[in-house]
């Protein structure tokens, strides 16, 4: 099976004094989509164009299958790559129709290209528009075409630059669903980057996360959630409690001593990452501490607690989910832990 295999890719920009991508190594087979999660210059579009054949690299190596997209001894041109390119502002021509728009990359001329690039904005839900400019659709629609373009050209791989973030909530959630079934259908090897967290839970077969140009970790969306590689990405995945502490003979010793967890497995760092949902309130003494609750708040079906406990963390809270109402704020509660997902990692903030 072909895939796509980057394998220590550096680029600094002339202007810049920084890599703009350091070091990057990674691989994406047919049939998967890695979603390359990051904050604003973090290096996203640059790791895209590289790939793309729209820079040109200083160190390492592209390779698609048997085909070496980039070296210190080749430069394989963009148009030879046969990648599918969807960009954050579509970029559709604006004089040409749908269909000349979608068939416009397809090779064999004629009625099969037409018929294709029908075929393919039917797919994408356009198939009654062919004869539509993009001015005349809306952002979601127009990024339909760009997607049924990119898919039409048969690449072998799919590249595309934070899709949806041009697109309101409604519009990005049905295009986002119909993405991912869109794309598990064609079996292409597919690089998404973004810097929206749910795009690459909900897209990812595996993420990476970038920063300052540098790939921090790869896995599956679950697993980056739940044993983060540094705090960095743990705060980056969502709401996470951080105990600052250390860890000697299996347990971990808040800084203040005033928990110790028991660990399963080998653990090192300085730091004790908890989400929301591995915590829950019980009566004063029970837990492993006391403290007050501060705040409740109803979001996305649960209930968000806010723990007053003057704890080895920054804020001297704790954030807890709950899918009851059953407590009251202003009174004294225990917290305990109620799973085995925690991680330890290290931070430079104990
Ligand atoms: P992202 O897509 O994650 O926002 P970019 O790849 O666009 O990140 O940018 C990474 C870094 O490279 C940023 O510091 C950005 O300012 C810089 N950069 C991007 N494009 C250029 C360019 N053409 N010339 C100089 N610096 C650039
Ligand atoms: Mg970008």
């Known amino acids: 099976m072909k895939s796509l295999e980057v394998k220590a890719i550096s680029k600094k920009y002339k202007a810049s004094n920084n890599e703009a991508v350091q070091n990057v190594s990674l691989s994406v087979s047919a049939g998967e989509v890695l979603v390359v999660v990051g904050e604003s210059g973090s290096g996203k579009t640059t790791l895209l164009r590289l790939i793309a054949g729209l820079e040109y690299p200083d160190a390492g190596e592209i390779h698609f299958g048997e085909k070496v997209f980039s070296s210190n001894m080749v430069f394989m041109p963009t148009e030879q790559r046969n990648v599918g390119l969807v960009f954050q502002d579509y970029a559709l021509f604006p004089h040409f129709d749908l269909m000349q728009n979608v068939a416009f990359g397809i090779k064999p001329k004629g009625k099969e290209r037409t018929s294709r690039a029908k075929q393919y904005l039917e797919m994408v839900g356009l198939g009654s528009s062919t004869e539509k400019y993009p001015h005349e659709l809306s ?3 127009k990024q339909r075409v760009a997607l049924a373009r990119a898919l039409a050209s048969n ?87 951080l105990i600052h502490g250390s860890v000697s ?22 730091t004790l990452c908890l989400r929301p949902e591995c915590l829950e309130l019980c009566p004063p003494g029970q837990g492993l501490a006391d403290g007050v609750l501060e705040q409740s708040q109803f979001v996305e079906g649960n209930y968000r607690l806010t723990l007053k406990w003057e704890g080895s963390t920054a804020r001297n809270e704790l954030t807890i989910r709950s899918t009851s109402n059953d407590w009251q ?12 997902k925690l991680s330890i990692v290290d931070s430079d903030e104990p």
């Open 155 to 241: 690449p072998d791989l799919i590249l595309m630059d934070e899709p949806f973030s041009n697109l309101d909530t409604t519009n990005k959630v049905r295009l986002r669903d119909d993405v991912r079934s869109l794309l598990k259908d064609e079996n292409k090897a597919v690089i998404l980057v973004t810097h929206d967290i749910e795009d690459a839970m909900i897209l990812g077969d595996r993420v990476a996360v970038m920063s300052n140009g540098a790939i921090l970790q790869v896995g599956n969306p679950e697993d980056v959630y739940f044993s983060p590689v540094s705090s960095y990405v743990a705060e980056l995945f969502g709401a996470v409690n």
């Open 139 to 141: 952002g979601g629609e």
């Open 249 to 270: 003979n299996g347990q971990f010793v808040s800084n203040d001593e005033k928990i110790s967890v028991s660990l399963s497995g080998d653990n090192s760092g300085n």
């Open 329 to 340: 704020v202003g009174k004294k509660y225990g917290w305990r832990i109620v799973t085995n």
